[in-house]
């Protein structure tokens, strides 16, 4: 079986390489958005005057989806500038 040169992928498409990819903006926006939710989380037990039948869900499950989806909106939009600029 013949060894795939280095240019080559598994299904032999010719790529070619475009901008460097961001990723450590992804990261830094991952981090941001815990960084929200951890005060956002704050601000819920602390002032918010919220029962806790409500409090308990939204801190085990609203503020992890809440992180996740705005770590992803934001890599979304950082992915969507980066397919523009290495048009």
Known sequence: MDEPGPSSTLLNRVETHGLQFPWYLEKLSFILSIIVVIFAGQWMWNDSGWEPYILWPMSVCG???????????????????????AK
């Open 63 to 85: 503020l992890p989806l809440v992180a996740m989806f705005g770590a992803e909106s934001i890599s979304r939009v950082i992915q969507a500038f980066h397919k523009r600029g």
